[in-house]
Nanobody, 119 residues
Framework: QVQLVESGGGLVQPGGSLRLSCAVSGSVFRIETMGWYRQAPGKERELVASIALGSNPSYTDSVKGRFTISRDNAENTVYLQMNNLKPEDTAVYYC?????????????WGQGTQVTVSS
């Protein structure tokens, strides 16, 4: 069984920083893409950032220059460093992984972690 366990959310003032972490546990052959999505109240879930094996990371326009995604392949962990946070970044953030396990590719989600940016 594969699990994605997130940590690092919380309440921060505008201009502050948070770092999200997501660890993938279970029997996994290869994690091809890892990413972070977010969903604000009343809005659809959107892709914030992703990073594929051997590729440069990609970001949605609203977070470019402020957020940095990175991954530790040895630890099957992905991080999202969020700087200069704005109230519009408030959302539940979900970790996502597209991986190969037992010969089958599939996507998996974390449980979500709340990020609130408010003074």
């Amino acid at each position: 069984q594969v699990q994605l366990v997130e940590s690092g959310g919380g309440l921060v003032q505008p201009g502050g920083s948070l770092r999200l972490s997501c660890a993938v546990s279970g029997s996994v052959f290869r994690i091809e893409t890892m990413g972070w999505y977010r969903q604000a109240p009343g809005k659809e879930r959107e892709l914030v950032a992703s990073i594929a094996l051997g590729s440069n990371p990609s970001y949605t326009d609203s977070v470019k220059g402020r957020f940095t995604i990175s991954r530790d392949n040895a630890e099957n962990t992905v991080y999202l460093q969020m700087n200069n946070l704005k109230p519009e970044d408030t959302a539940v953030y979900y970790c996502h992984a597209y991986l190969l396990r037992l010969g089958v590719r599939g996507q998996y989600w974390g449980q979500g972690t709340q990020v609130t940016v408010s003074s």
